[in-house]
């Protein structure tokens, strides 16, 4: 039977990042993926180029039920540390928006990168590898199509549930519950919103613009782009809050966040134009600005609007409520909320505070971040943090 120092399910982007970290220790390591092929979300993210970090990570980024988690492993890890280790491989990258950093390239270039410092730092990697079985006696012992393997250690990285297509499972959620370890609710999150089938074909016609709006779900807000859909409401601002989103919330948007609306409209008093015009002038689309009040009962021309109805149209334009009646689920979130509870993990190392040996990286734990890059630094951290302790 063969034995390593450190044994890694899932080769995602916090499995990668742990395995060369442990790697370069001098710790014999043993990488496994069910995947055929590697990293697969780290290809596909950001559109092909990877949004690789945020300047401006921080834990209030990121959702957790202990918001304080993250905070060591973001510290002992940084943006500027992934940064620097991008420039030393020479990959170009560009801040798109909102300290969002992007491969110029190809999101290809960050996994031959990890994958270059596991292949140097003597990582024993094995793609298409079911894992079965694991057992905890005085090592663990995980059982698989590749064979029985042993180690001292046993680094958990494998990731939410979104994308099932590409080899997302709940198998590092079982782990958790076989060794006592407490899990917190898992949902889909940076996901897009539904509507009520009323409202999405009343609002049908809005399919396909994009406009600047503020999205806020309780007290939390977003400003930025908010995409129609023919199923409801998408775009950054969008997956911002519907990680802050449950089921039967109403989310209020700010249509026009620029603009005080009611002295936009009182000034155009007694005026000829038609409401969807003078929408128009503000900056909507023509065509979404007579959608849009159509869909909510209002038309006409600026001059036959009453006061009392000029104040509610303003009113809606910066409060528009909507309810969602759900989210497009696990196809579409680009991850998971909840997961493994940070209380039964130490934040310094990853490793479960019960279980000596045992760590838990990554998506698979109850840390979520904002869109933007937030998630794979945190991928990065965790990563790094369980690599040199394990
Ligand atoms: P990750 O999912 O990367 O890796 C888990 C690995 O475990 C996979 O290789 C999987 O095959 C393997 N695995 C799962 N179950 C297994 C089992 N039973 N046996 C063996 N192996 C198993 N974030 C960001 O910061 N910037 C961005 O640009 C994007 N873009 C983006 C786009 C899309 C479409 C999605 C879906 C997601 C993003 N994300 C993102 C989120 C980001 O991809 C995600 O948070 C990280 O990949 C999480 O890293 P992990 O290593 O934890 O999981």
Redesign the pocket.
Known sequence: MAYFDVII???????LMCAATAGQRGRSVLL????VKL????R???GGR????NLQARPECYLSENSHFCRSALSQFSAQDFIRLVERHGIGYHEKTLGQLFCDESSQQIIDMLDGLCREAGVDRRMG???GAVERSDRFRVQSSAGVFESASLVV????L??PQ????G??YQLAEQFGLALTPRVPALVPLTFHADDAARFAPLAGVSLDATAGCGKTRFRENVLFTHKGLSGPAILQVSSYWTPGQELVLDLLPELDAEAFLAEREGSDQLLANALADAGWPKRFAQAWLDGLGFGGRVKDLPGKRRRQLAETLHHWRVRPNGSQGYKK???TRGGISTRDLSSKTMMAKDVPGLFF????VDVT?WL????????WSS?FVAGENC
């Open positions: 399910i899932g080769a995602g982007a916090a499995g496994l993926d069910h995947a990293a697969e979300k780290i596909i993210s950001g990877c949004n690789f970090t590898v079911t894992v990285a494998t990731g939410g979104s994308i590409i080899g997302a499972t198998f590092g979130a680009e991850v990286i990554g998506e698979v971040g933007g890059g937030y998630n794979f630094q945190w991928a990563g």
